[in-house]
């Protein structure tokens, strides 16, 4: 089983998501992760693949395969 943890939402031009939020990803294959947005907040709804990894080992994700954008950032531990 994945371990869940928080990604804070830095853009949405779609409306699922409110930016500034956290919300509840799961890491999947490929480095990939599962994010849920404000309907449903369980960690199963969305897909977003690594955009960027900054030097402060933070990561920023993008949700792919809709219209606008949904960016968010795991910050780092």
Do not use: H
Not at 7 to 24: A, N, R
Not at 26 to 55: C, H, K, L, M
Request: hydrophobic share 30%; charged share 30%.
């Amino acid at each position: 089983m994945s371990k869940y943890f928080l990604v804070k939402c830095i853009k949405d031009t779609e409306g699922y998501w409110t930016e500034g939020e956290m919300y509840q990803a799961r890491n999947v294959a490929g480095g990939f992760i599962q994010i849920g947005d404000d309907d449903d907040r369980s960690s199963e709804n969305w897909s977003a693949a690594p955009t960027e990894y900054r030097e402060d080992d933070s990561i920023v994700y993008q949700i792919g395969g809709i219209e606008g954008e949904a960016v968010f950032e795991e910050c780092a531990s």
